[in-house]
């Protein structure tokens, strides 16, 4: 029987570009998402060992069902990769409470109710969870007050998970991203924005969607079992660059 991974935030962008992978290494995935129509839409191309789930991931009883119809369809799981996630942006004062619960509902609850149902499952054969943060919860950034305190908080949880559900063999990793060139990006980001970015970056560029999908299916995967609590960012060197003024690199 093949090893079943469980991706949330499926239909696009880094969640559709990992599902593909574990498909091309020879795993049955189950694509999570809200969007019915996208998700349908991304299942149509990729055949029989892929199968959509329409969840939203911060509601409990909908995770809860979500689990179960994909054990029963599936019959194990392996991997769960938690990358659903909202992004909404502004000034502090211009953040009120319902835009700061609705940030934190999807990229932590979410995270923590979906790895909760799971527990037992990845009990069975030992197995890995995958947390998708991102920079902006290792570097503080202006405009993302909620967004970057729930990525910080993923990347907290992801150590929680590590130190109590290693004894089980259930593996916690998260993989934080920097600037990825989906398509949502490229719509927002002015060219000011991009090339301000890529004067910041080490790298020079964007990351892609394959690039981060290539490290979540390696932290998901057997070689990587030894790997566990680890934070990784996937950003082209931004992270490390402190600072990081282009104008001292003269």
């Known amino acids: 029987m093949s090893k079943v991974a469980v991706v949330t935030g499926a239909a696009r962008g880094i969640g559709l570009a990992t599902a593909k992978q574990f498909l091309a290494k020879g795993w049955s995935v189950a694509l999570i998402d ?28 909908q995770v809860q069902a979500m689990i179960a119809a994909v054990l029963a369809r599936f019959g194990r799981l392996d991997a769960l990769v938690n990358n659903a996630g909202v992004a909404e942006f502004g000034p502090i004062e211009d953040c009120d409470f319902a835009t700061w619960k609705r940030v934190m509902a999807t990229n932590l609850d979410g995270p923590f109710l979906c790895t909760q149902a799971a527990v037992p499952a990845l009990k069975e054969h030992g197995g890995a969870v995958l947390n998708i943060a991102s920079i ?13 305190t729930s990525k910080a908080a993923v990347i907290q949880l992801t150590k929680q998970q590590a130190a ?10 998260c993989v934080c991203p920097g600037p990825v060139r989906t398509k949502l990006a490229m719509a ?8 301000a970015y890529h004067d910041a970056i080490p790298l020079n560029r964007y990351g892609s969607e394959d690039e981060i999908a290539n490290l979540i299916t390696f932290l998901c995967s057997e070689e990587a079992s030894y790997i566990t609590g680890q934070v990784v960012a996937a950003d082209g060197g931004f992270e490390s660059t402190g600072v990081g003024l282009p104008a001292l690199r003269e």
């Open 164 to 173: 109590e559900l290693g004894e089980y063999g259930i593996r916690a990793n």
């Open 34 to 61: 809200w969007d019915q129509a996208e998700l349908d839409l991304a299942c149509g191309e990729l055949g029989s060992e892929a199968q959509g789930f329409h969840c939203d991931v911060s509601d409990e009883v």
């Open 188 to 195: 927002v980001h002015s060219p000011e924005i991009i090339a």
């Open 136 to 148: 902006s919860g290792l570097r503080a950034s202006t405009l993302r007050v909620a967004y970057g």
